[in-house]
Structure formats: structure tokens, C-alpha cells
């Protein structure tokens, strides 16, 4: 009748002509397989959907930083919803993984707020591919934050961390503050990104060390007599990280910054927090080095567009 049409129409809420086709199939395929006693095997569970996830995001070249943080935090909602069937998670689910985050975990509002994105790009992904129809997350909204005010370190500052700091980290400063690099581009530098004929650094994504830009293309970077200068000094010699000596670079060391068997250096936060503390700068996070690149950057030329250009910013 008509009026049982228009229950049902209420019932799914405003839908297009191709979300009800969805809806009609996946009731005829619900009913075949309740037919043959096959319903439990229907749906995925949390943990398969995470694994075809993880692997898109590997095939668009994502960043190897962003896919691991991706997994542990999908991965960390999955035990907390018991694995349960991707179609049976709900809103409530995550207001419930929210309230456990902010009471009995020490993570902050900002981590918390990216745990969201992660998961609305992982259901994004899912309605995309018509694993399930409706994104459970749509509705839920950010934390409200204070207004951000970017930490921008002062030229005395830059030059009283230069003076305190080991030799290693000398040497990694003056890179960040001439380049505007971040932190993951600094540690993938290598030899090869180097180009001293035309006095370029040449930062590219890296297929074989799945390395790659935050918008994926290529920069540029015009390098200062200075930076030029360092270059070439770490080209021909290695600093050994903990005696902080210099030492002729050997053939196999290929990144700027690597131990000695020639792997990359992956962090440097404790002798950070040592420097930093001593320079009387307790807030002052690495990432501040590429504010203080952007804003040294302007002062002496007075061009946004070619600000932007060094810094690799899409707009």
C-alpha cells in the first residue's frame, strides 16, 4: 500500500536512486543467504576492512608515517569494539572510544581529534567501495581547540642553539632553518637529493625507501652559500653520533644523517630535549624550525610565492 511505501521511506531517510538499489541488493542477498544458512559468513569483520585500508593506502603511495600511525589507531578501535562486524559499528561505538581516550589515556585533545580523521578517512574508503552504506562518523564533530598560535623562535634563539648544541645536531639545524625542511624530510636526506652543480636540493618521493612529500611532488630548493658549504662538508665526512667525532664518510653511507653501517637516523629526541632545555627553550619542538625558515624566509624577500615554493605548501 501506499502508506507502507511511505513508512519505508521515512525509515532509510533522504537516499538516491543508487544508494536504494544498494539497499534492495543487499536485502535480496541478505535473504538468499539466511536461505542457505550462510548470513554469518556475509560480513567482514572490523580487522579485514583495516587490512584492504592499509593496503590502498600503500598503493596511493601514502606516507609510511601516516599508514603506521593509521593501523595502530584503527587497530586500537578494532580491540576496543571487539573485532565485531564492520556493518554492526555505530556512532556510539566511537562516543564510547572517545570518553575511554580522554579518561583513562594521557593522549592529548589534538591526538584524539586525529584519531577521528583516521577513522572517517577509513569509513570514507568503505562507503566508497560499497562495503557498507551509510558512514557512521559523518555526524560527529572535533574537539574545539584554542586558537593556534605558532611558536616562531627568535635569530638569538637560533643562534644560542647553534652554540649549545652537539656537533650532530649543529649541522642539522642549520639544514632545517636554510631548507624549511620537516623532520621526516631532514632524516630521509640523502647524498643523491644533493645538487652542487647547480647548487639545488632536490626533494623527491622515494619508491624503494617509501619516503615521500606531504603532497606528493617534487621540490626544488635553491641552497645558500652556507647550506652549499655544510653540504659539501657532509658529503666527504660522517659525524659519529654519541662521541661526536668526525670521520671520513665511507661508500655506503648514503643518507646525510645515518649510523655507521649506513641506516638512517630515525630519531634524535632525547639529545633535543637536552638542547632545548639548556637554551632555556622548554616549548620549542623541531617542527619550530621550519616556522622560523618561513618567517626568515619573508623577511628578506618580501615574496610569499617564492616562500611558498621552498616550503612545498600546495597554495
Known sequence: SKKWKQRCIKSLGKITAHQAKLVLCAYETDQ??????LHAIKAKRFSECIDDYICQCKIHGLSAIYVSQSKTRLNRFCV??????????????YERFRRYLLTQ???SNTTVNNVLRNLKAFFSFLVKNDQILNHPLLKVSMIKQP???????????IQRLIELAPLQLQYMIKIFIYTGLRLDGLLNLQLKNVDFENRTLVIT??????????????????????????????KLNWVHPPQHIIIHREAHQNYIFCHKNGVKLKRFTRSWNRLRNEAGLPCLNVH????????????????LYFVKEILGHSD
Open 105 to 107: 589515556t594521557k593522549l
Open 205 to 234: 618521493p622515494d619508491k624503494e625507501t617509501g619516503f615521500t612529500t606531504k603532497n606528493r611532488k617534487l621540490r626544488k630548493i635553491p641552497m645558500h652559500a652556507e647550506l652549499t658549504s655544510t653540504l659539501l662538508f657532509l
Open 32 to 37: 538468499t543467504l539466511k536461505l542457505f544458512n
Open 147 to 157: 586558537e593556534y598560535k605558532p611558536l616562531i623562535p627568535t635569530e638569538a634563539d
Open 288 to 303: 619550530h624550525l621550519r616556522h622560523f625558515a618561513c618567517s626568515f624566509l619573508y623577511k628578506y624577500t618580501h615574496d
Open 80 to 93: 576496543f569494539v571487539s573485532d565485531k562486524n564492520i556493518q554492526d559499528v555505530c556512532q556510539e561505538d
